[in-house]
């Protein structure tokens, strides 16, 4: 398979978070703070996946520095912390989830279902702050090596917020996975038409040093972006001159259909294949192909696994 010979650094480890256990909510690891005054619901969320560690770090540095809105209010969330709670430095891809991945889950009717799993059980708990959010931030990080990409969805206000954060440099406007629907796809968000607003963030590889300092510089441009919290307070969490953004959009997902699906080659994403109709990969026989010129690879799996997305493909739109 390609891309398992990748051996990931491990410079950035899961931060203590038993101290925010307790929360003000009701709800064991979620916080809110209102200001008292008129303004939108903001949820920054955190541990979607478990072994996604950076946006740990960047709610312990809000926690830390008692960032609190001007307007509005402000809401501080780790997900899936059963998972991040099995952490194995040994074998630290494994805390990604307890039974199933925690973002496929967010539709009604599979919150509503009979089904049972530990990522159902928590995602029952935290849904109503997920409804009612106005915007949310969800952080995540990436198992290959990649910069940092802002998924911002298909509607023009998703693409509005990431401009308006100034980074990080790409923006894709995706579409989200056959395999079932995303916290950032749930409800009102993913309707182009509904006022509310979700970004999803890959920050960088999961334990690569750099990917807790993008997480930070996220949700600091992420609240500045809102008014949530003025320039001043913002400023010394902010990035230092960041390059011009640069908008990627999706043409399609790629999903697996067998269990022989390979790449051509080590694929870590944001490749760019210059020719219509080169093979990137086999899926069992069947060669899979770029379909268009300039074709910008994004996010390859490095686990592939039928009816999972292996890659998205789309094109530079500048
Ligand atoms: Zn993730």
């Known amino acids: 398979m390609s891309g398992s010979g990748f051996e990931p650094a491990l410079d950035l480890l899961p931060v203590d978070i038993q101290g925010y256990r307790a929360g003000n909510t009701g709800i064991e690891y979620v916080h809110q703070f209102d200001s008292g005054k008129p303004g939108p619901n903001v949820l920054i969320n ?54 199933e991945d925690f973002n496929r889950l967010w539709s009604d009717e599979i919150l509503d279902g009979q089904r049972q799993s530990s990522e159902l059980t928590r995602a029952r708990q935290i849904r109503g702050i997920i409804a009612e959010a106005d915007y949310l931030l969800d952080l995540h990080s990436m ?32 579409p989200g996975h056959s395999a079932g629907p995303r916290m950032r796809d749930y409800g009102p968000f993913a309707q182009s038409q509904a006022e509310p607003t979700a970004l999803l963030i890959e920050c960088g590889q999961h334990w690569a040093a750099d990917t807790g300092a993008v997480a930070i510089h996220a949700v600091f441009h992420f609240l500045e972006a809102l008014g949530l919290i003025d320039r001043d307070t913002a400023a010394p969490f902010m990035a230092t001159n960041p390059p011009p953004q640069r908008m990627i959009e999706v043409v399609g997902p790629i999903t697996i259909q067998t269990e022989a699906f390979r790449f051509t080659e080590d694929y870590t994403g944001l490749e760019v294949i210059p020719k219509t109709g080169t093979i990137i990969g086999h899926d069992g026989a069947q060669p899979v192909v770029t379909p268009h010129d300039d074709c910008v690879l994004i996010m390859p799996t490095h686990r592939p696994r039928p009816g999972q997305t292996a890659v998205r493909l789309g094109k530079f739109i500048d």
Do not use: Q, W
């Open 46 to 99: 955190a541990l979607t996946h478990g072994n996604e560690v950076c946006g740990a770090h960047a709610l312990a540095t809000l926690f830390e520095n008692d960032i609190r809105p001007h307007h509005g209010s402000l809401t501080l969330s780790f997900a899936n912390v059963d998972a991040y709670h099995s952490f194995d430095i040994g074998n630290p891809g494994a805390s990604r989830f307890v039974d």
């Open 143 to 174: 198992h290959l090596p990649c910069p940092a990409l802002m998924l911002s969805g298909t509607a023009a206000k998703g693409r509005r917020l990431a401009f308006a954060m100034g980074v990080p440099e790409f923006v894709v406007a995706d």
